[in-house]
């Protein structure tokens, strides 16, 4: 596969043909309509957690597959996004995304930032930043040793932090971060030490915004709520799922530089902190 500083693949809003490209460039969001929810068999097996998982995984081995083989592009991850999303829209889920109508504006990469719930977020994300482009996610090291689910992250072009040294954590990503903005390749980070139903401020770290502010690019934040999937108890990155909430993305608008890291980091976090107590989330501000 092609190297990413060199060869990028922009994803024209003129020429998206799903229904969620499509809603997203023309309205700047997108909710699921009620024929997406529970159709067809899914109307007796989709409130079977087992039944959900179970299409989730073909969607992830064949990418794992096509990866092998090298055929794993942009357009291809964009495809297995969307179908994990109508995935979980077929078992009852209520997708909402609101606010993207200035980021669409937006000329050249970003760096997104986002609170961290859930493996929701992991699998919608990648179709709904593509609307403008190609990105490349900021995540643990310990997610590329997954069977299958690693061999496809593998091609995404991710930043792998291993999270046990944080200056060199945070020289890494410095370094491949800047080089693939450069590209023209924006980035996305959760800045959390790890997924939880609870928004914790204090654990939120700086990274997202040191990029941003050293790569000279725009920061734009984003508030999520993915608790529809729950932490897992056996295998923590996949849970049961709460069919009772909706599934919520919010995008800020962009916060243009020249910034201050710190200026740019209080409003991530208040951005985030005001979408949650909207939507009923829970935070931690001790």
């Known amino acids: 596969m092609a190297n990413p500083t060199t060869a990028i693949t ?51 081995i064949g990418g794992a597959r096509a990866s092998k083989q090298g055929r794993h592009d942009p357009a291809r991850w964009r495809w297995e996004s969307e ?12 997708v909402d995304i609101t606010g993207m109508e200035e980021t669409l504006k937006l000329e050249g990469p970003a760096v997104y930032i986002s609170n961290h719930m859930s493996m929701i977020e992991t699998f919608f994300l ?6 403008r482009g190609d990105i490349s996610f ?13 061999t496809l992250l593998k091609a995404t ?34 800045p959390q030490a790890t997924r939880s139903p609870t928004f914790t401020p204090r654990q939120f770290n700086t990274l997202g915004v040191k990029l941003a502010e050293r790569a000279g690019v725009p920061v734009v934040p984003i508030a999520l709520k993915t608790d529809f999937m729950r932490v897992g108890k056996l295998v923590r990155d996949f849970g049961s799922l709460d069919r009772s909430l909706p599934i919520h993305f919010r995008f800020a608008p962009p916060i ?31």
């Open 10 to 60: 922009t994803i024209p809003p003129a020429h998206a043909e799903s229904e969620l490209i499509r809603s997203l460039c023309t309205s700047g969001g997108y909710r699921t309509p009620e024929t997406g929810r529970r159709v067809g068999v899914s109307r007796l097996l989709g409130r079977w957690d087992g039944w959900v998982y179970w299409h989730a995984a073909r969607v992830i």
């Open 83 to 94: 179908e994990l999303i109508h995935v979980m829209e077929a078992a009852g889920g209520e």
């Open 126 to 131: 990648p179709s709904i930043l593509m609307a």
């Open 138 to 150: 900021i995540l643990k090291q310990a997610l590329l040793a997954y069977p299958f689910f690693g």
């Open 157 to 190: 072009h991710p930043i792998a932090v291993t999270r046990k040294d944080p200056r060199a954590d945070l020289k890494f990503v410095l370094s491949r971060g800047i080089e693939l903005l450069k590209s023209g390749r924006s980035i996305a980070v959760f």
């Open 256 to 286: 243009m530089p020249p910034f201050k890291s710190r200026d740019a980091h209080a409003i991530v976090v208040n951005f985030i902190r005001g979408s949650l107590n909207e939507w009923g989330g829970t935070i931690d501000e001790e």
